[in-house]
């Protein structure tokens, strides 16, 4: 078998200037907190080598309060693919130090659509619009730019042919079909001026992988899942030729796959680590595959790379496990490939003696040992159960081991299951984190293992098990049914009551038989409360907590019967009187005349709202639910003085 590297696989200039940045910056000074603006590549390897060398990549949908708030000093790299304009200004204010590590090519589109459209034209960008190059390359346009990528939208657009409009690309943007796109804008006579800024590594790349894949019976291609320029080539070289394998690193090749091909080729992302292509075509040069073969006759156990063994647990450490493969040389398992669990303790789940299935990563580690995974194997027989469940529509139980940007992680064994944010609730969450460790369930929506991609959906569980509750609860309540629930939610008209499979309504005028100015005052969130239903609507409950037996009107009647005392709060006052408060549910109105045997012109001349009275009840209609009191009533009559007419003759004797 022949293994064709491509010439150009691996780190371009500006991500291995990048990169060295980071690294060169570790070394620097250890007294100052390194972040990179977002992950510096897209690797998850150099990425998770640079978190435990203690790099703290800032998530650009956080605010940058939340890492910048003590007082040590921060360096802040800016990645490859660059960043908006604003993300500088953002920074300053922090006063951290900003190291420039855009990789030059990207700089200068950056420069030319600031120059374009502060001249008044108007920016076209053909890349990714979530790709953080183009969001990068939006962030220095004065003004909102177009973004596509497809024939489709660019047939859809209209532009004015008034105005002037500049083209630019996304660098690692595929040649061929940015030319099918600009023609299509030129065709049509727009004023448009094209900018080259595809790279031409990257071009070179794309070209070298089209014509490798073209002649060889099978392609391997290296590269993060993240990766746009990886994907890109993995594309470029299936069109070419059909055995084509998307891997990360070596973990992910699965080599008996090739055993028949005569010819190899391997291309790799411009952000692929040299140590990583190095060990995928150091593993596929080990030995040829007749040998391998002979060898397995030998031993009649295949230690080849790729070949799942059984062997023998003969040792046990914190970080590693070593086993009788009844071969040649021992096999050991690295903590790493032997669990996605960070930091487990190797000695906690295997002892000695153990029988155990593994996989062969590589004959040779450098040590004569041989290099085994459990963890492949057992998420190969994951990969089977999932794609019965996907097949299905099983419902999967799972915990949740990561917040991730966007959604949350799951582990089916040693399968990781993504769930989008959007899928995660039936209502809109904020915030993920209270979701870690929770065992949740979900169905799949996606299954495609060899893109790494397997995709979770709990929402549409939640909706079902919803709406089969609400039937259930309309099925079996009624109008004057109590029933209990939990405050789910308080606003200042009502709360929301969860009863079980729908919500009801508590408005603020059915808490109390009195008045309520807030219903917090009431209840807050997460009580338990009984009601009872006053009104069903569709699928609208109406409740209430004005029960008839503690109804204030009903000892009305013999409490306030007309000519008795009582005692209450001034409640509210109008132009011609105050409302008094006897109980909560019960006011009498205090007319203005009724107050003093003086005149009063209006009720706040004489009481404040809360002030305590004592009254006469003057008239009491219990149908019409109206009492009407006096302070006149207890106050002593007005005594008439008598007058004495007095005489011109008294008057001048005095």
Same mark, same amino acid.
């Given at each position: 078998?022949?293994?064709?590297?491509?010439?150009?696989?691996?780190?371009?200039? $500006?991500?291995?200037?990048?990169?060295?940045?980071?690294?060169?910056?570790?070394?620097?000074?250890?007294?100052?907190?390194?972040?990179?603006?977002?992950?510096?590549?897209?690797?998850?390897?150099?990425?998770?080598?640079?978190?435990?060398?203690?790099?703290?990549?800032?998530?650009?949908?956080?605010?940058?309060?939340?890492? *910048?708030?003590?007082?040590?000093?921060?360096?802040?790299? +800016?990645?490859?693919?660059?960043?908006?304009?604003?993300?500088?200004?953002?920074?300053?204010?922090?006063?951290?130090?900003?190291?420039?590590?855009?990789?030059?090519?990207?700089?200068?589109?950056?420069?030319?659509?600031?120059?374009?459209?502060?001249?008044?034209?108007?920016?076209?960008?053909?890349?990714?619009?979530?790709?953080?190059?183009?969001?990068?390359?939006?962030?220095?346009?004065?003004?909102?730019?177009?973004?596509?990528?497809?024939?489709?939208?660019?047939?859809?657009?209209?532009?004015?042919?008034?105005?002037?409009?500049? +083209?630019?690309?996304?660098?690692? *943007?595929?040649?061929?079909?940015?030319?099918?796109?600009?023609?299509?804008?030129? &065709?049509?006579?727009?004023?448009?001026?094209?900018?080259?800024? +595809?790279?031409?590594?990257?071009?070179?790349?794309?070209?070298?992988?089209?014509?490798?894949?073209?002649?060889?019976?099978?392609?391997?291609?290296?590269? $993060?899942?993240?990766?746009?320029?990886?994907? &890109?080539?993995?594309?470029?070289?299936?069109?070419?030729?059909?055995?084509?394998?998307?891997?990360?690193?070596?973990?992910?090749?699965?080599?008996?796959?090739?055993?028949? /091909?005569?010819?190899?080729?391997?291309?790799?992302?411009?952000?692929?680590?040299?140590?990583?292509?190095?060990?995928?075509?150091?593993?596929?040069?080990?030995?040829?595959?007749?040998?391998?073969?002979?060898?397995?006759?030998?031993?009649?156990?295949?230690?080849?790379?790729?070949?799942?063994?059984?062997?023998?647990?003969?040792?046990?450490?914190?970080?590693?496990?070593?086993?009788?493969?009844?071969?040649?040389?021992?096999?050991?398992?690295?903590?790493?490939?032997?669990?996605?669990?960070?930091?487990?303790?190797?000695?906690?789940?295997?002892?000695?003696?153990?029988?155990?299935?593994?996989?062969?990563?590589?004959?040779?580690?450098?040590?004569?040992?041989?290099?085994?995974?459990?963890?492949?194997?057992?998420?190969?027989?994951?990969?089977?159960?999932?794609?019965?469940?996907?097949?299905?529509?099983?419902?999967?139980?799972?915990?949740?081991?990561?917040?991730?940007?966007?959604?949350?992680?799951?582990?089916?064994?040693?399968?990781?299951?993504?769930?989008?944010?959007?899928?995660?609730?039936?209502?809109?969450?904020?915030?993920?984190?209270?979701?870690?460790?929770?065992?949740?369930? #979900?169905?799949?929506?996606?299954?495609?293992?060899?893109?790494?991609?397997?995709?979770?959906?709990?929402?549409?569980?939640?909706?079902?098990?919803? /709406?089969?509750?609400?039937?259930?609860? *309309?099925?079996?309540?009624?109008?004057?049914?109590?029933?209990?629930?939990?405050?789910?939610?308080?606003?200042?008209?009502?709360? *929301?009551?969860?009863?079980?499979?729908?919500?009801?309504?508590?408005?603020?005028?059915?808490?109390?038989?009195?008045?309520?100015?807030?219903?917090?005052?009431?209840?807050?969130?997460?009580?338990?409360?009984?009601?009872?239903?006053?009104?069903?609507?569709?699928?609208?409950?109406?409740?209430?907590?004005?029960?008839?037996?503690?109804?204030?009107?009903? &000892?009305?009647?013999?409490?306030?019967?007309?000519?008795?005392?009582?005692?209450?709060?001034?409640?509210?006052?109008?132009? #011609?009187?105050?409302?008094?408060?006897?109980?909560?549910?019960?006011?009498?109105?205090?007319?203005?005349?009724?107050?003093?045997?003086?005149?009063?012109?209006?009720?706040?001349?004489?009481?404040?709202?809360?002030?305590?009275?004592?009254?006469?009840?003057?008239?009491?209609?219990?149908?019409?639910?109206?009492?009407?009191?006096?302070?006149?009533?207890?106050?002593?009559?007005?005594?008439?003085?008598?007058?004495?007419?007095?005489?011109?003759?008294?008057?001048?004797?005095?």
């Amino acid at each position: 078998m022949e293994i064709v590297l491509a010439k150009t696989a691996g780190f371009c200039f $500006g991500v291995k200037r990048a990169v060295d940045t980071v690294y060169n910056e570790i070394n620097d000074d250890k007294e100052v907190e390194v972040f990179t603006y977002g992950p510096i590549i897209h690797n998850e390897e150099v990425v998770d080598d640079l978190d435990k060398k203690g790099v703290v990549v800032i998530d650009e949908n956080k605010s940058l309060s939340d890492y *910048f708030q003590d007082d040590k000093k921060h360096k802040v790299i +800016i990645r490859s693919h660059g960043v908006g304009k604003y993300v500088y200004e953002e920074l300053e204010k922090y006063g951290v130090q900003i190291i420039e590590a855009t990789c030059p090519f990207v700089k200068k589109i950056h420069k030319i659509v600031a120059e374009e459209s502060s001249k008044g034209k108007e920016i076209i960008i053909i890349g990714d619009e979530n790709h953080p190059e183009v969001i990068g390359i939006k962030g220095w346009c004065l003004n909102e730019p177009i973004i596509l990528d497809n024939k489709e939208n660019a047939e859809k657009i209209t532009l004015d042919s008034y105005k002037e409009y500049v +083209i630019v690309a996304q660098t690692t *943007f595929n040649n061929i079909k940015f030319k099918e796109l600009v023609e299509i804008f030129t &065709k049509k006579d727009y004023n448009v001026y094209v900018y080259s800024t +595809i790279c031409n590594a990257t071009w070179e790349r794309q070209e070298e992988a089209r014509r490798l894949a073209s002649e060889v019976d099978t392609m391997i291609v290296i590269g $993060g899942k993240n990766s746009s320029n990886t994907q &890109k080539l993995y594309n470029i070289s299936k069109k070419e030729c059909k055995n084509t394998y998307y891997i990360q690193t070596l973990v992910d090749l699965d080599l008996t796959v090739i055993e028949s /091909a005569k010819r190899v080729g391997i291309t790799a992302g411009a952000s692929t680590p040299n140590h990583i292509i190095k060990e995928v075509q150091d593993s596929m040069s080990e030995l040829s595959f007749e040998e391998l073969l002979n060898q397995s006759e030998e031993n009649g156990n295949a230690v080849r790379p790729g070949s799942v063994i059984e062997g023998k647990v003969i040792g046990v450490k914190s970080d590693v496990i070593y086993v009788d493969i009844q071969y040649k040389a021992d096999g050991i398992i690295t903590r790493a490939e032997y669990s996605n669990t960070p930091g487990l303790d190797l000695t906690t789940v295997v002892n000695v003696g153990d029988p155990i299935t593994v996989k062969v990563i590589k004959t040779n580690d450098g040590e004569g040992q041989v290099l085994l995974s459990y963890k492949r194997v057992a998420a190969e027989k994951s990969y089977e159960k999932l794609q019965e469940a996907f097949d299905n529509q099983t419902v999967l139980s799972a915990k949740v081991t990561e917040i991730l940007k966007g959604g949350i992680g799951v582990m089916v064994d040693e399968c990781k299951v993504f769930i989008p944010a959007s899928l995660v609730s039936d209502t809109f969450e904020k915030d993920l984190d209270k979701y870690l460790n929770q065992e949740v369930e #979900f169905v799949l929506t996606e299954f495609a293992p060899k893109k790494r991609r397997v995709i979770g959906d709990r929402k549409q569980l939640l909706v079902a098990n919803k /709406a089969e509750a609400a039937k259930k609860l *309309f099925d079996s309540i009624n109008v004057g049914d109590v029933v209990e629930g939990t405050v789910k939610n308080v606003t200042p008209f009502g709360a *929301f009551i969860d009863l079980g499979g729908a919500d009801g309504l508590l408005h603020i005028s059915e808490m109390s038989w009195g008045r309520i100015d807030d219903p917090k005052s009431v209840v807050k969130v997460g009580d338990s409360i009984k009601t009872f239903i006053k009104d069903i609507n569709g699928e609208k409950i109406a409740l209430s907590l004005k029960f008839d037996d503690n109804n204030p009107w009903v &000892k009305a009647a013999e409490k306030y019967a007309i000519g008795t005392e009582v005692s209450g709060k001034i409640a509210r006052m109008t132009a #011609f009187g105050a409302f008094v408060e006897l109980e909560p549910g019960v006011d009498a109105l205090l007319h203005v005349s009724q107050i003093s045997n003086e005149h009063v012109e209006k009720p706040e001349d004489v009481y404040k709202i809360g002030q305590e009275i004592t009254a006469k009840v003057v008239d009491f209609k219990e149908e019409d639910k109206k009492i009407s009191l006096s302070v006149k009533a207890l106050l002593a009559p007005v005594e008439t003085a008598e007058v004495t007419e007095v005489t011109e003759e008294e008057t001048t004797e005095e």
